[in-house]
């Protein structure tokens, strides 16, 4: 039997009980390798359920850095009974299997091509500890300990992190270490020599830090400013307001008697939430709201109105799998089109796609800046994948010099100073956006009726032909300004001679750029362009353009962001093929590769050393 | 379309110890029915307004869709209005109130866009306690759909169309008092002496205030068979009490027996002086306001008033704990924690 034997390239799968307490201690493990510098992924494939259903975690370890779920996994930590034969099963020949063999495996567990790494989980830790609260937990930190030997792990790091975890609370590193340690010695007593997969320090990870996309928006939108939160709770979106309630509680609280400088209201629907979002950002506070798809359906009302009465306001939709209630904590890009142009009538929004924590904290609020600048709804298109797991990314930096931008805002001093009849709706600049007032600025100037129904220049209410369409027509040139303020793509070319391109956005992004190394590999060079935001630049299409093929890969089953492209762009639909991944889980480099391959096979457009290109 | 007013004024018109006249504080020219029942609650409105000598431009008016909805229109000209989509008026002024708790809110509904499209949104800024002047238009109709019975239509009651409405009606007062409201109130159109201490008594209050204006259709609910008309609210009328607005800045000049009235000190320090018709009711008292209700209702009778004032009332603000200055007027010195903080924070990251 040939075991797989691997440094610091390799995938391990936790198999766990829903509420079993496993979430730390996977944690715990995957931190460790980061710390040992080493490129790490961690993703958790959570059931929609408090407690009781199967969960895994699935730690990909790779040091070329490549963070995308890889497919499949070496090492099985298979502590569910719900899921134990299936774990076993599903690893590949020359995989391991670590279970707690307190329990004896029955006769199924037959093959032949599997290392087992038995260790009496429950036996080690019911010894070990009396409190049977502390036992559950306990037995998680043990399957850790003997990872930490079996793999080579510097062990210092993890009594490192316990100690740094329980900082506040001594009481509680002792047992952790304790745990960590009877695992450790559990498997190098009987497990020495049976494992190839090791962890070495590198330094991989070098000024990245660790985190999940929506703190990092959270945190954004508490640095861009945000003071008004209209929101329901719904997954994968909920844990945006929590780390943006938790930061406030730090940095938002009046010294001068504890008052809060935020104000965040849990609303009664998703309706209500934009409504205060909208109703904040009328008044002139910066206001933003975190949902799922479920979420935009509902909001679709009041993003019409925000549209067309010309609005700022801010949503983040943490996409998840639809349609309806669909796979709540599965993943998926597949809001795209519905985010687009959400609401009857002619409407369209921009959208921004962030792709790592980064993004995800610097869109939040760059997403404020706009929505005022450009006076609209702003969407920012995150998922599950990138929102709930942690995900390595560049640090956050803030300029201090930095200044909000608050659009075209007439002041009091503004309003006294103007010669000219004021409209709301009155496009003097040429760039389509119009100057607004904030309720209560000046005694007699400035006022104006805000309303969702045909307006004139003056705001005044129309039902005039030709004003309504020169209005209609004005927002379009207000699309038009929005190209040129929203974050352009980002090109990596690899030869400016291939004929072959692919697109691609948010989380369908570390899957990309490993699957086009691989295909480089092969000989197959494809030139590649990260879209940010929508509307297009004119830059994307001069991207296609340029190119014979240009696959445009993401995670739905309808072609969301290609019908865009496509629809927003003079371009031939035929040049641009799709790359489709909408099972839920996150997008592999195997399954881009597949489609490409298959593709250019299927089509003879396979280049050659010299040949197939323009 | 709405048209403006005439721009002159006249030069001896009274005004207010603000510096405006009554004029300062009309709006467009309406564009309801002859006779429609808002446009009576919008002179109140106005009339509330003027003698309060509040300043124009610190009142936003709010709005959802509907007949009444339109209003905001009709009113203070000089002041910002929102008139939004239908049902979501509280939610939208939820927003403003918190970015600026200075302002003055005024959100107008009907009985479509709170008993129904918005019955979610109206339940929950009273539970929240939003300062908010909530008025309802009540006319038991829609009427910019021509006419077809809302959910506060009495049962058997029928209008132009002739058809008795067959469903229970909602009794939006009741609700409100059950939902947690702090000031809730009925009155009717067509009685302005009652009405504009009404909505004074709700801009001093500091909560949501309710009223519930019963304010008849006369083009589809103003018939023989309807509940909700002019002559049916006239003579099936109730008044639980009158009584007199009394601002923090004016005297009590008018002293009633012992016993036949009740004060109420309200939350910026004005007074609400009932004069009770006989052995009545507690205002202050929720269980008292709902017997109230029912009895009346019971003897056939819609009672009209002040039905209950929690005069301790505390708002979402408070509720909060949000900063006394307004939000929409803090800067980045007051929001943004800087880059050094951030650094700080990167190091819990690795």
Known sequence: MNNIARTNDFVVRFANVNGSGSASANNLFAKAIFRMGVPVSPKNIFPSNIQGLPTWYEVRVSDRGYLARRGGYDLAVAVNGQTLLRDYLDLPPGGYFLYDSTRELSADFDRKDVTLLPVPLTELCNTAFEHPKLRQLLKNIIYVGALASLLDMEFTVLTEAVERQYAKNAKLAGPNIKALELGHDY??????????????????VGERILVDGNTAFGLGALYGGATVVGWYPITPSTSVIEAFEKYC?????EEDGGRRKVAILQAEDEMAALGIVIGASWNGARAFTATSGPGISLMNELLGLGYFAELPAVVLNVQRAGPSTGMPTRTQQADILASAYASHGDT????????????????????????ERLQTPVLVLSDLDLGMNDNLSPPF??????????????????????QEKWGRYLDVDGDGICYRTYPGTHPDKGSYFTRGTSHNE?????EDNVIYQTGMERLTKKWQTAKTLVPGPVLAMRDDASPLGAIFVGTSTAAACEALDLLAEKGIVIN??????????????????????????EQNRDAQLRTLLVNEGDVDPAKLPSVLHFDGLPITATTICTQIEAHLTSNRQLPTQDGGRR | MSSERPVFRHPQATKNSAGYSRKDYEGAISTLCAGCGHDSTTNAIIQACFELAIEPHRVAKMSGIGCSSKTPAYFLGRSHGFNAVHGRMPAIAAGANMANRELLYIGISGDGDTASIGMGQFAHALRRNLNLNYICMNNGCYGLTKGQDSATADRGSAGKKGEPNPYSAIDLCKLAIELG??????????????????IKGAFAHNGLAFIDVISPCVTFNNTSTSTKSYEYVREHIEATNTFDFIPLQQEILAHYPEGTSQEVVMHDGSIISLHKSEAGKEVTSRRHALDGLEEEKAKGRLLTG??????????????INSTLRPLNTLVEADLCPGGAALAKLMDGWR
Request: aromatic share 12%; hydrophobic share 40%.
């Open chain 1, 187 to 204: 498997a190098a007593t009987h497990l020495a020599g049976r494992c190839q997969l090791k962890v070495q320090r590198i330094d991989g």
């Open chain 1, 249 to 253: 509680r730090k940095f938002r609280v």
């Open chain 1, 348 to 371: 369209k929004h921009p959208l921004l796609f962030p792709s790592d924590p980064l993004e995800c904290f610097e869109m939040a609020a760059d997403a404020l800046d706009l929505a």
């Open chain 1, 397 to 418: 930096t803030w300029d201090d010099s930095r200044r909000y931008d608050r659009g075209k805002v007439l002041s009091h001093d503004d309003l006294e100073r103007r």
């Open chain 1, 458 to 462: 003056y705001s005044g209410y129309t």
């Open chain 1, 528 to 553: 590649a362009m990260r879209l940010r935001a929508f509307p297009f630049a004119d830059e994307v299409y001069r991207f296609i353009n340029a190119h014979r093929q240009v696959f445009v890969i």
């Open chain 2, 181 to 198: 409201a702090s000031y809730v109130a009925r009155g009717f159109s067509g009685d302005k002496q009652q009405l504009v201490p009404l």
């Open chain 2, 306 to 319: 002040l039905l209950y004032v929690d005069p301790h009332s505390v708002d979402t603000h408070e509720i």
